[in-house]
Structures are given as C-alpha cells and as structure tokens.
C-alpha cells in the first residue's frame, strides 16, 4: 500500500498539534475559566479608564459616569462580568448629561463591548441594571480613540504578544485540518485503486 496518504494525514495532525500548543503558550497560566480572564488586565494600556467591581444585586441598577475629551473620535466602551454564570444578564442604557439617548444594550455573555461615536467632548451616564437571578460583579471600561492606542502600535504590548501567537495558531490550524483532510482522501484513493487492481486480475 502506498504511504502518501498516511504521510500527508500524520503531517497535518502534527500542523493541529503545534497549532494547539502555540495558542496554549499564549493564553496565560492563571486563565481557568471566563470567571478568571480579566480583559481590563490583558488590555490595559488599551483603555483610559478602567473602573473598579461594581457589585449588583438582582433587579438592582448601577450607574456610571464617564468624561470624553476628544471629538469626532469613536468610544470604544465594555463591561465584563467578573464571575459570569449562565442566566446573567445585564440591561444597560446609556445617554448624556442633556438626556440624549444613546441606545439600551442587553449583556447575556461575560463580555459586552461596543463602539459610540461621539461627535464633540460630553459625559456619558450608563445605568446598568441586573435582569439576572443572582448577584453580579462587573467592570467597565472606556477607551477613546482604540486603533490609535499604545496596545495596538506597541509590539511589545500584552495585546500583540498574545494576539500574533493565537492568529499564528489559526493559520496552522486550518492548513492542519485541510492537510490532514487531504491525507484521508488521498488514503481512501489509494485503497480504492488497490481494490480495482485486485478486481481486474
């Protein structure tokens, strides 16, 4: 039997396999679990203000006021549940001190990011409410201005020495996959042309 097909599978295994272990080495150690992944510490110089856990109660409202200071730039703003769990959800409203809506927002994953274009400096009031069945615990974070922030043109910035590495792990997942596809094809072809020869003696 001819030993393509097994060749190209098993190098297409070991494309996934070192794809698997380069996204692993990117992800930090003490990151078990969504409860454990702290966005505003992985993008930190990313974002203007960070502000601390906000602790609310089911059916409760938290509010939270940010000050831009830039014009015709996009707000790049976030809240993650710090101890998420499945049935968490957030209800958030944000307008300004003249009481111009900016729109309702509903959060049902850990993580909620969104962008407002704010056309000069004003202050943006959020009031977060809890719609969920038990506790929460948040953070919210700001960010003016974000393509142009230190994460991004820094390449030594926690963003780009884990984001490289996991789009490095992408690419070498999907070439591993499409290899290894080929390899089971190319193994069924030879069989099948193994069979035909029998037949035909």
Not at 3 to 8: E, M, S, T
Not at 93 to 122: A, C, K, M, R, W
């Amino acid at each position: 039997m001819k030993k393509r097909g097994p060749i190209i599978a098993i190098s297409g295994i070991v494309l996934v396999i070192i794809s698997l272990s380069i996204a692993a080495s990117a992800i930090p150690t003490n990151v078990t679990g969504p409860g454990d992944f702290f966005v505003s510490s992985l993008f930190e110089e990313m974002f203007d203000e960070i502000s601390n856990e906000i602790h609310i109660m089911p059916q409760d409202s938290a509010h939270f006021s940010y000050t831009t200071y830039s014009s015709d730039v996009p707000i790049l703003w976030g809240i993650q549940i710090i101890d998420y769990q499945a049935g968490d959800e957030l209800s958030i409203t944000i307008s300004n001190i003249f009481g111009d809506d900016y729109g309702t927002f509903i959060q049902n994953e850990p993580i909620l990011f969104e962008v407002l274009q704010i056309s000069q400096s004003d202050t943006l009031n959020l009031e977060i409410e809890n719609l969920g069945a038990r506790d929460v615990t948040i953070i919210t974070m700001f960010s003016e201005d974000p393509e142009n922030s230190e994460s991004f043109t820094n390449p030594d910035s926690p963003v780009m020495s884990m984001v490289v590495p996991l789009m490095v792990s992408g690419i070498l997942l999907v070439l591993g996959i499409t290899v290894s596809i080929i390899g089971v094809i190319v193994v069924l072809v030879d069989l099948k042309n193994k069979y035909d020869n029998k037949r035909n003696y």
